[in-house]
Every structure is written in C-alpha cells, then in structure tokens.
C-alpha cells in the first residue's frame, strides 16, 4: 500500500503568517491527493482535491499545488480559525491517509 | 441541507458485535459511493472501508477485513457497518462519508470525501 509522511507533525505559526505542509508520496500518485481539515472534537472538512482543486466554499487563501510523490497545502496568511490539525489522503484504493500535522499559535 | 447522521456506537466487550448506521438527507444518496473512516482517541484518520453506489463494489482495510461488513440500503438513504470480533484497537471514533469519484488522464479510479457525519464513538472494553 502507498503510505504517506506530512511534514512538519507540528507547527507554530501566527496570524498573518505563510504556512506549508507537505505530504510524500511513498510511489507516484499524479494528482490524487485531497487535504483535510480537523478541529477538535469535530469531523474533517474537505480543502482540496486533486492536489490543487480548491473545495467550494473554502477560503481561496488555501492551496495544493504538486503531483507525483511531493505535494503541498499552503495557507497564504493564517487566521484564527486556521488552527486546526490538517491531513493529506490519497485517492486510490485504500485512502491512505497521511499522520496530520498540527498548526498552533505561536 | 446535505447531511450525515451517523448512530448506533457504544461500549462493547472484547469479541462483541455492534451495527453502525447512517442516515443520509439532502441529497441523492443512491448516486454516491460511500465510505466509513475512522479514528482512535488521540490518533489521525483511518479508512475503513467503501461501497459503490449500488452496492456491487466493495473495500476494505485490512485491519478489518473478515470482521467488518458494509452494507447500503438506499430505498432507506442509509449506510451500515456491521462489526463483529471487534478488538480494543477497534476503539474510535466512526465517521460515515461522502465519495466523490476522480479520474485523471490515466482513468485511474479516485476518490475523496467531501461531506462527513459527525462521527459515533465505539468503546471497546471488557
């Protein structure tokens, strides 16, 4: 099965910073990678698709941008409400989820 | 609204069983593939398994497969996950979700989900 390793696990930024996350790809996945978000104590909420296909509805400061084994979400200038913990998953079957990464306030 | 309700969790002893329901509403249920996923206090996402929209296709983990059974009933707009010689490892969180299906150039089969429950909590303790 293809496994996936986020880097950093945890990461403390503050409002108004550049974040990214990254997600490797054991094999070649081309583009089938989602993103997740996750506060505590509730359920994930989609970002991203297809490495780079932002959700509707999700902020546009959001992106996914890579293909192959090396992707990133990037979240242009971090808000309040973007602490949270973040997980990459890949598309194929079985979804393989990535270990999350954690973004606290700095 | 699109939505997931997902029931029947609880605490179970070792070697027990437990049937886990979702209801789906808003919108056409026998259109979508469907997947549970989930995830042990403290730990990150596992899938566990998915099933076609018409329930001819289906997957499973292999932390699962025996044990657990997906079934769909979409005259009902509900999804289910038998579990049987559940295990302390079982212990999670279970969220039922929403496959969108995704094909590149290659026409390789994807998917991810984009509408989640909020998740029934299964205990399993002697």
């Known amino acids: 099965d293809i496994q996936l390793t986020q880097s950093p696990s945890f990461l403390s930024a503050s409002v108004g910073d550049r974040v990214t996350i990254t997600c490797r790809a054991s094999?070649?996945?081309?583009?089938?990678l989602a993103w997740y978000q996750q506060k505590p104590g509730k359920a994930p909420k989609l970002l991203i698709y297809?490495?780079?296909t932002l959700q509707s509805g999700v902020p546009s400061r959001f992106s996914g941008s890579g293909s192959g084994t090396e992707f990133t979400l990037t979240i242009s200038s971090l808000q309040p409400e973007d602490f949270a913990t973040y997980y990459c998953?890949?598309?194929?079957?079985?979804?393989?989820f990535g270990q999350g990464t954690k973004l606290e306030i700095k | 609204q699109v939505q997931l309700v997902e029931s029947g969790g609880g605490l179970v002893k070792p070697g027990g069983s437990l049937r886990l329901s979702c209801a789906a509403s808003?919108?056409?249920?026998?259109?979508?593939?469907m997947s549970w996923i989930r995830q042990a206090p403290g730990k990150g996402l596992e899938w566990v398994s998915y099933?076609?929209?018409?329930?001819?296709?289906?997957y499973y983990a292999d932390s699962v497969k025996g044990r657990f059974t997906i079934s769909r009933d979409n005259a009902k707009n509900s999804l289910y996950l038998q579990m049987n010689s559940l295990r302390a490892e079982d212990t999670a969180v279970y969220y039922c979700?929403?496959?969108?299906?995704?094909?590149?150039?290659?026409?390789?089969?994807?998917?991810?989900?984009?509408?989640w429950g909020k998740g029934t909590t299964v205990t399993v303790s002697s």
């Open positions: 998953q890949q598309l194929n079957t079985p979804g393989t």
């Open positions: 094999q070649g996945i081309s583009s089938y």
């Open positions: 099933i076609s929209s018409s329930g001819s296709t289906i």
């Open positions: 808003g919108f056409t249920f026998s259109d979508y593939y």
């Open positions: 297809a490495a780079s």
């Open positions: 979700a929403r496959d969108r299906d995704y094909y590149d150039s290659s026409g390789l089969f994807g998917y991810y989900m984009d509408v």
